[in-house]
């Protein structure tokens, strides 16, 4: 079972750019903000900057304006904490979104869209990433390649245990409610998770992990991926699918859970009965 890993969101700014960006209240006390959980980051103290972070984190590019809409304030505070993030490396601009829907707008220059880099979503991830890479590595050369593959396989099993093994989990009495469950433990695990209803004719729902806190293990070893996705289908007991990857360079991973229907009493086919032959 994989032990619960903490989150953690830090933001240091040059001296040079924290005068240019000065002037809100919430700009003070910028720091160091520990996060072990979805719970305790809904109530835990956040600055201006790590707000509009999480914003793009969770809730996916956007323009200023929308930003501003999100969190409440204005487009103008927005967009000091925009320039501060940006300048820091954590966040950057293009006229479409890096991933995701792009924003309709009117007539005129279209909006500046602005999107989380992989730096800065390493903010909200545990510092010992590179650590597990050195050892991946060590163990790659020590006992080859299958010897990852088994990693891969028994970390995934763990995954399923400890999603299996969850008091709501055993409550649970629909694909929904066991999809939530998978949901909380990715979450204390820092994948910063996500279930909403899945767009299209299909259906479904679509689980989004907006944060990889193994990042540079899982671009290396991506078959830690694919053992996941299966782990996520074997707890959930349905096949799913996962079309976007963090370690493959999406802005965040994607896994569709289909939509299953249990048939109805009476609904099978019957047999049309044929005439005997006299």
Same mark, same amino acid.
Request: proline share 5%; with cysteine; charged share 20%.
């Given at each position: ?82 320039? !501060? ?107 910063? !998770? ?85």
């Amino acid at each position: 079972m994989m032990p619960p890993c903490a989150t953690m969101f830090a933001i240091k700014i040059p001296r040079n750019q924290r005068d240019r960006v000065a002037g809100g209240a919430d700009l003070d006390n910028i720091g160091v903000v520990e996060i072990k959980s979805q719970a305790a980051a809904k109530s835990a103290p956040k600055t201006g900057m790590e707000r509009v972070a999480r914003s793009l984190l969770l809730d996916g590019p956007a323009s200023a304006r929308r930003l501003a809409k999100r969190l409440g304030v204005t487009p103008a505070a927005v967009r000091r904490h925009l320039d !501060a993030l940006v300048g820091a490396g954590w966040v950057n601009h293009g006229a479409k979104p890096a991933y995701g829907p792009s924003e309709t707008t009117g007539r005129g220059r279209p909006a500046r869209v602005y999107s989380l880099t992989a730096n800065g979503r390493r903010q909200f991830a545990h510092g010992y990433d590179h650590i597990a890479l050195e050892a991946m590595n060590l163990l790659g050369e020590m006992a080859g390649s299958s010897a990852i593959e088994r990693f891969a396989k028994e970390r995934a099993a763990g995954l399923a245990v400890q999603i299996t093994s969850a008091a709501a989990y055993q409550r649970a009495n629909s694909l929904k409610k066991k999809a939530r469950v998978v949901t909380d433990v990715l979450n204390a695990e820092g994948y910063a !998770a996500t279930l909403a209803p899945a767009r299209g004719p299909v259906g479904g729902m679509q689980l989004c992990q907006h944060n990889c806190p193994i990042e540079e293990v899982a671009t290396k070893y991506q078959q830690i991926c694919e053992h996941e996705t299966r782990a996520l289908g074997e707890a959930l007991g349905v096949h799913v699918t996962r079309i976007a990857t963090i370690a493959a360079g999406d802005g965040v991973c994607t896994t569709m859970i289909p939509d299953l229907v249990p048939a109805q009493r009476g609904s099978q086919p019957t047999k049309t009965k044929t005439k005997e032959k006299i």
